[in-house]
C-alpha cells in the first residue's frame, strides 16, 4: 500500500484501503450491504414494525462481527446494559434532520464525554486521585471539598490531540478538556492539525483523500513515540485517518498508540482503520453498517462538519481562526487553555 507525495500533498487512493480487508470482511460487509439495502424497501411508505426488526438484525450481525476485532470498540457492546438508553437518546438526537446547531454541539459534547469515559475510566481500579476545591462558601472559614477519582494520568499524559480539520475541531477540544480535567496535573495535550480533505467528485469505488501540509501545522518530534488522539464525529471509509498517520510514519514518526473517537462509524471504516494501523483503537457510540456510492454513512447524520460548524460559502471557506470565533465567546471561555495550545501551534511555527 502506498500514498502518492508531491511537495506540498499527499494522495491516498480508495483502493490502496481495500487492500487491508480481509476475505471474511469483504464477507461480512456484503452480508451487511445486503440486509440493509431490503431495509431501505420498508422506508417508503413507512413500515415502523419492518424497519425496527431489521435494525435489530443488523445490530446483532454486527455485534457479532465487532467480536472478532478487540479494536473495534463500539458503545452499546462494551459498555453494561443500563448505560445503553443514554446512547441511543444521544446518538437519535444527532441524527435527527430537526436537531439545530446549538443542540448539534450540546449532544457532541455529551457524546465525546461518554466515549471519554468509556475508553479511560470505565475500568474498575483502586489507585484514586483526589481533587481539592476551594468552594464559595467562606463562613465560619474558607471552606474546601474532596472528591475522588480514578488516577489515569499514565494514559492520558503522553496524548497529543491530532486534528483533521474542520468537522474535528470542537471534538478535539472536547477530548482535551476531558485528559486536562482528569489529570493530576492539569495536562492541557499538544495539538497537531492536519488539512486534509477526500474528493467528493469521485464515488467511494474511486475516492482520493488529500494532506494538504502547506495548510497543516505539526511538530513531528511532538509527536514521536506519543498516544495520538484522533477524535472525528464520522469515520465513512477510514481513509483521512489512515493517509495523516501514514504519512507521519514515513517521516520516522513513531506513535506509541493510536486512539479514533467517532460519535458514528460505518463498520467498514473501522475494519480499514484497525486493519491498516498498527497498535489503533477506534472508540465509537454507534456503528452503522453501510456507505452509499457517494461514501456517505448510512442511515448516518448527515455533514457533522457543517452541522457543528456551519456552512462554508464554496467560494471562501473559513481558516481555523474563523471557525473558532464563529464557535462564540462560551465556547471559547470553556476551552481557554485548549485554544491557547491550538494558537502556539498555529502561531509559533
Known amino acids: 500500500m502506498g500514498t502518492n507525495m508531491s511537495l506540498d500533498k499527499i494522495i491516498l487512493k480508495a483502493e490502496d484501503l481495500d487492500g487491508y480487508l480481509t476475505r471474511q470482511d469483504k464477507q461480512d460487509l456484503e452480508k451487511l450491504e445486503n440486509m440493509y439495502n431490503e431495509t431501505i424497501q420498508y422506508f417508503q411508505p413507512e413500515n415502523k414494525e419492518k424497519i425496527i426488526s431489521s435494525f435489530d438484525k443488523m445490530g446483532h450481525v454486527m455485534q457479532e462481527i465487532c467480536a472478532a476485532h478487540p479494536d473495534i470498540q463500539v458503545y452499546s457492546f462494551v459498555t453494561e446494559e443500563g448505560a445503553h438508553a443514554e446512547?441511543?437518546?444521544v446518538i437519535s438526537k444527532l441524527r435527527d434532520i430537526n436537531t439545530n446547531h446549538q443542540e448539534f454541539i450540546y449532544y457532541s459534547q455529551r457524546a465525546y464525554e461518554m466515549l471519554f469515559r468509556m475508553a479511560f475510566t470505565d475500568q474498575h481500579t483502586d489507585n484514586k486521585n483526589y481533587i481539592t476545591v476551594k468552594t464559595p462558601v467562606s463562613l465560619p472559614v474558607q471552606n474546601f471539598a474532596v472528591h475522588k477519582i480514578p488516577n489515569i494520568d499514565a494514559k492520558i499524559e503522553n496524548s497529543v490531540?491530532?486534528?483533521?480539520?474542520?468537522?474535528a475541531l470542537l471534538p478535539s477540544m472536547i477530548m482535551s478538556k476531558e485528559i486536562e480535567e482528569y489529570s493530576s496535573h492539569k495536562y492541557v495535550t499538544p495539538f497537531a492539525l492536519f488539512k486534509i480533505n477526500r474528493d467528493d467528485s469521485k464515488k467511494e469505488s474511486n475516492m482520493e483523500y488529500i494532506l494538504n501540509l502547506k495548510n497543516s501545522f505539526f511538530d513531528l518530534e511532538q509527536l514521536d513515540g506519543k498516544d495520538l488522539i484522533f477524535a472525528d464525529p464520522m469515520n465513512a471509509t477510514g481513509g483521512s485517518l489512515v493517509t495523516v498517520v501514514r504519512y507521519l510514519q514515513s517521516q520516522g514518526v513513531k506513535p506509541k498508540s493510536i486512539k479514533f473517537?467517532?460519535?458514528?462509524?460505518?463498520?467498514?471504516g473501522s475494519i480499514r482503520v484497525t486493519r491498516a494501523l498498527e497498535n489503533c483503537t477506534c472508540y465509537t457510540l454507534w456503528i452503522d453498517p453501510v456507505?452509499?456510492?457517494?461514501?456517505?454513512i448510512m442511515p448516518g447524520l448527515g455533514d457533522a462538519g457543517d452541522r457543528l460548524n456551519g456552512c462554508d460559502s464554496h467560494d471562501s471557506p473559513r481558516?481555523?481562526?474563523?471557525l473558532i470565533a464563529d464557535y462564540g465567546s462560551n465556547i471559547s471561555g470553556?476551552?481557554?487553555s485548549q485554544l491557547f495550545k491550538i494558537e502556539q501551534t498555529v502561531l509559533g511555527r
Open 87 to 89: 446512547a441511543s437518546r
Open 161 to 167: 490531540m491530532c486534528v483533521m480539520l474542520r468537522g
Open 261 to 268: 473517537f467517532n460519535v458514528i462509524s460505518a463498520l467498514k
Open 291 to 296: 456507505l452509499n456510492s457517494n461514501a456517505y
Open 319 to 322: 481558516n481555523i481562526i474563523q
Open 334 to 336: 470553556l476551552y481557554r
